[in-house]
């Protein structure tokens, strides 16, 4: 299966835009799994978050390798499961 997280981030200010996005092909059916969805949009919203908070400077590929590595461990842990996770953090 497949995740594809959708984060918007604020270059001047270092935050987040609106709530991330998450999307999942062939991995989980949503309408049947919203209790899963929300808490992986939580993970990906505090990895994020401590991310941004914990460094001045944006480093992109640090943050999107935290919220693959994150997300991961959280999604193997609830469902023994490993999808391909696809973070796409956009700066505006």
């Not at 987040?16 to 092909?25: A, H, K, N």
């Not at 640090?62 to 953090?89: C, E, F, N, Q």
Request: proline share 3%.
């Amino acid at each position: 299966g497949l995740i594809v997280v959708v984060a918007t981030v604020c270059s001047d200010g270092g935050y987040l835009l609106s709530c991330p996005d998450i999307v999942s092909r062939g991995f989980i059916y949503v309408r049947e799994s919203e209790d899963l969805m929300e808490e992986m949009r939580q993970v990906v919203l505090q990895t994020i978050n401590g991310c941004l908070r914990a460094n001045n400077k944006l480093d992109w590929y640090h943050i999107k390798g935290r919220v693959k590595d994150d997300l991961a461990k959280y999604i193997y842990s609830s469902t023994k499961r490993k999808p391909m996770i696809i973070p796409m953090i956009m700066n505006v």
